[in-house]
């Protein structure tokens, strides 16, 4: 899975992200009490980075590699997955209904990695310079640091969208994590 001079790139780095998303859920379906709700926000923060990093990094190389299909319906799957998502968010997780809304989600998340894996990351190693993916796993790396932590189902998902509301939903979500941490602390 990496390139010839060692280096990783893009795909690499989504399928890494994508590992450790299963793991992430899985720990969510296992865990109960405090340890569980630690565990989905975890997951809902990891899930609300991964997506806008894709949506501003992975989906704009795919377009340009002949895969407009593909983004089309990965789109609409996470802009499905965020409204599912931010429903999911407020609610106790030992609340009548999250256990099924949660497999549902789980289910999804899921499916929609498998479609990425088996669409569009093959035509992006078929038509995208190594070097170009290597850097590109760079802009992941540094869209995902930078990424509103939760999810916006009202905010557009387009690079052009996250790169102008992105910034304004990161500052609010961090500071919002920042006051929940506090507060658990307390």
């Known amino acids: 899975m990496t390139q010839s001079n060692g280096s990783t790139d893009v795909v690499d780095a989504v399928q890494r992200d994508h ?11 296992t865990a109960t009490g405090d340890a569980r709700r630690d565990a989905f926000e975890d997951l809902v923060r990891k899930l609300a980075v991964h997506e806008t990093a894709e949506e501003e990094v992975v989906h704009p190389l795919a377009k340009g590699a002949g895969a407009q ?4 319906e990965v789109l609409e799957e996470e ?5 599912a998502l931010s429903a999911l968010d407020g ?3 030992n609340s009548p209904g999250f256990d099924t ?13 498998t479609h990425e894996e088996q669409q569009e990351h093959p035509r992006l190693r ?17 869209a995902e640091k930078t990424a509103p932590t939760r999810p916006h189902p009202a905010a557009p998902e387009s690079r052009t969208g ?6 304004i939903l990161a500052v609010t979500d961090r500071v ?3 006051v929940r941490n506090a507060m658990k602390q307390s």
């Open 176 to 178: 919002r994590d920042a």
């Open 79 to 83: 802009s499905t997955a965020k409204k």
């Open 126 to 142: 078929e038509q995208v310079p190594a070097d170009k993916l290597e850097r590109a796993a760079k802009m992941f790396d540094l």
């Open 101 to 113: 809304a949660f497999a549902k989600i789980k289910n999804d998340v899921m499916r929609h990695a």
């Open 69 to 72: 299909d593909v983004v089309d």
């Open 91 to 93: 609610m106790d997780v």
């Open 162 to 167: 996250n790169l102008v509301l992105g910034p």
């Open 19 to 29: 590992r450790e998303i299963e793991s992430m859920l899985s720990a969510v379906d």
